[in-house]
Protein backbone atom coordinates (compact mmCIF):
# COMPACT_ATOMS: atom_id res chain seq x y z
CA UNK A 1 0.00 0.00 0.00
CA UNK A 2 0.90 3.68 -0.31
CA UNK A 3 0.03 5.92 2.10
CA UNK A 4 1.39 9.57 1.63
CA UNK A 5 2.39 11.04 5.43
CA UNK A 6 2.12 14.75 5.62
CA UNK A 7 4.24 16.32 8.64
CA UNK A 8 6.66 13.27 7.78
CA UNK A 9 9.65 15.07 10.39
CA UNK A 10 6.81 15.69 13.60
CA UNK A 11 6.18 14.14 16.14
CA UNK A 12 3.29 11.66 14.94
CA UNK A 13 4.65 11.98 11.63
CA UNK A 14 7.98 10.56 12.74
CA UNK A 15 5.69 7.83 15.07
CA UNK A 16 3.78 6.70 11.59
CA UNK A 17 6.92 6.50 8.90
CA UNK A 18 8.31 4.23 11.48
CA UNK A 19 5.33 2.03 12.18
CA UNK A 20 4.37 1.62 9.04
CA UNK A 21 7.83 1.02 7.70
CA UNK A 22 6.13 -2.35 5.92
CA UNK A 23 3.91 -0.45 3.25
CA UNK A 24 5.84 1.88 0.53
CA UNK A 25 5.44 5.27 2.71
CA UNK A 26 5.87 8.60 0.91
CA UNK A 27 7.31 10.91 3.84
CA UNK A 28 7.04 14.53 3.03
CA UNK A 29 8.41 17.16 5.08
CA UNK A 30 6.86 20.96 5.34
CA UNK A 31 10.42 21.37 3.23
CA UNK A 32 8.69 19.08 0.44
CA UNK A 33 5.45 20.14 0.87
CA UNK A 34 4.34 23.72 1.70
CA UNK A 35 0.90 23.23 2.94
CA UNK A 36 0.18 26.73 2.58
CA UNK A 37 0.70 26.40 -1.42
CA UNK A 38 -2.27 24.34 -2.40
CA UNK A 39 -1.15 24.19 -5.70
CA UNK A 40 1.55 22.30 -4.96
CA UNK A 41 -0.20 20.06 -2.31
CA UNK A 42 -2.77 19.09 -5.49
CA UNK A 43 0.36 18.62 -7.78
CA UNK A 44 2.07 15.86 -5.16
CA UNK A 45 -1.24 14.20 -4.54
CA UNK A 46 -1.54 13.73 -8.16
CA UNK A 47 2.10 12.64 -8.86
CA UNK A 48 2.36 9.85 -6.25
CA UNK A 49 -1.45 9.05 -6.30
CA UNK A 50 -1.23 7.26 -3.27
CA UNK A 51 -3.62 4.59 -1.63
CA UNK A 52 -4.16 6.18 1.56
CA UNK A 53 -3.49 9.91 2.48
CA UNK A 54 -2.67 10.72 6.72
CA UNK A 55 -2.12 14.19 6.73
CA UNK A 56 0.03 14.59 10.48
CA UNK A 57 0.78 18.34 9.81
CA UNK A 58 -0.42 21.59 11.05
CA UNK A 59 -0.02 24.97 11.95
CA UNK A 60 0.51 24.16 15.79
CA UNK A 61 2.03 27.46 17.15
CA UNK A 62 -1.48 28.26 19.06
CA UNK A 63 -0.31 32.09 20.69
CA UNK A 64 1.57 32.87 17.19
CA UNK A 65 -1.79 31.68 15.19
CA UNK A 66 -3.73 34.77 16.72
CA UNK A 67 -0.88 36.91 14.62
CA UNK A 68 -0.85 34.58 12.00
CA UNK A 69 -4.20 33.77 11.51
CA UNK A 70 -4.12 33.90 7.86
CA UNK A 71 -1.04 30.84 7.74
CA UNK A 72 -3.13 29.47 10.37
CA UNK A 73 -6.17 28.79 8.02
CA UNK A 74 -4.30 28.01 5.28
CA UNK A 75 -2.09 24.96 7.07
CA UNK A 76 -5.42 24.04 9.17
CA UNK A 77 -8.33 24.35 7.15
CA UNK A 78 -7.50 24.73 3.35
CA UNK A 79 -4.40 21.97 3.09
CA UNK A 80 -6.64 19.22 4.35
CA UNK A 81 -9.57 20.68 2.61
CA UNK A 82 -7.59 20.24 -0.56
CA UNK A 83 -6.62 16.38 0.69
CA UNK A 84 -9.88 15.48 1.07
CA UNK A 85 -10.68 16.90 -1.99
CA UNK A 86 -8.21 14.30 -3.44
CA UNK A 87 -8.88 11.56 -1.51
CA UNK A 88 -12.60 11.59 -2.72
CA UNK A 89 -11.16 11.95 -6.30
CA UNK A 90 -8.86 8.97 -5.83
CA UNK A 91 -11.50 7.54 -4.00
CA UNK A 92 -9.05 6.53 -1.29
CA UNK A 93 -9.45 7.10 2.82
CA UNK A 94 -8.10 10.13 4.51
CA UNK A 95 -6.76 10.17 7.90
CA UNK A 96 -6.74 13.73 9.55
CA UNK A 97 -5.10 14.59 12.72
CA UNK A 98 -7.27 17.62 14.79
CA UNK A 99 -7.01 18.55 18.25
CA UNK A 100 -8.97 19.04 21.37
CA UNK A 101 -8.56 22.80 21.33
CA UNK A 102 -12.01 22.62 18.85
CA UNK A 103 -13.53 22.58 22.51
CA UNK A 104 -13.54 25.17 24.87
CA UNK A 105 -12.34 23.18 28.15
CA UNK A 106 -15.03 23.91 30.32
CA UNK A 107 -16.28 20.74 30.54
CA UNK A 108 -15.75 18.48 33.45
CA UNK A 109 -15.26 15.12 31.97
CA UNK A 110 -13.88 14.18 28.76
CA UNK A 111 -15.23 15.16 25.30
CA UNK A 112 -16.59 13.01 22.99
CA UNK A 113 -17.03 13.07 19.22
CA UNK A 114 -20.87 14.66 19.50
CA UNK A 115 -20.38 17.21 22.25
CA UNK A 116 -20.29 20.87 20.73
CA UNK A 117 -17.59 22.53 19.48
CA UNK A 118 -16.53 25.83 21.09
CA UNK A 119 -13.03 26.95 20.31
CA UNK A 120 -11.65 30.13 22.21
CA UNK A 121 -8.66 30.29 19.62
CA UNK A 122 -7.59 31.00 16.22
CA UNK A 123 -5.82 27.39 16.29
CA UNK A 124 -8.68 25.78 17.51
CA UNK A 125 -11.02 27.48 14.98
CA UNK A 126 -8.63 26.95 11.85
CA UNK A 127 -8.60 23.11 12.79
CA UNK A 128 -12.44 23.17 13.01
CA UNK A 129 -12.62 24.72 10.07
CA UNK A 130 -10.79 22.02 8.53
CA UNK A 131 -12.62 19.09 10.06
CA UNK A 132 -15.63 20.74 9.17
CA UNK A 133 -14.49 20.78 5.82
CA UNK A 134 -13.96 17.61 5.44
CA UNK A 135 -16.75 16.15 6.47
CA UNK A 136 -18.58 18.50 3.97
CA UNK A 137 -16.10 16.59 1.27
CA UNK A 138 -17.34 13.32 2.40
CA UNK A 139 -15.51 10.07 1.29
CA UNK A 140 -13.82 7.77 3.75
CA UNK A 141 -11.97 9.66 5.98
CA UNK A 142 -10.78 9.02 9.89
CA UNK A 143 -10.43 12.45 11.92
CA UNK A 144 -8.60 12.15 15.32
CA UNK A 145 -8.30 14.89 17.95
CA UNK A 146 -5.38 14.46 19.96
CA UNK A 147 -5.12 16.61 23.32
CA UNK A 148 -1.80 15.68 23.89
CA UNK A 149 1.02 13.90 22.06
Given at each position: MKILITGANGQVGTALVKTLHDHNVIPLTKEECDLKNINQIKYIMDQHKPDL???SAAYTNVDQAEKEKDTAFLINYNAPKVMAEKALELKI???HFSTDYVFDGM?????????????LSIYGQSKLAGEKAIQEIGGQFYIFRTSWV
Amino acid sequence: MKILITGANGQVGTALVKTLHDHNVIPLTKEECDLKNINQIKYIMDQHKPDLIINSAAYTNVDQAEKEKDTAFLINYNAPKVMAEKALELKIPFIHFSTDYVFDGMRKRSYVETDHTNPLSIYGQSKLAGEKAIQEIGGQFYIFRTSWV
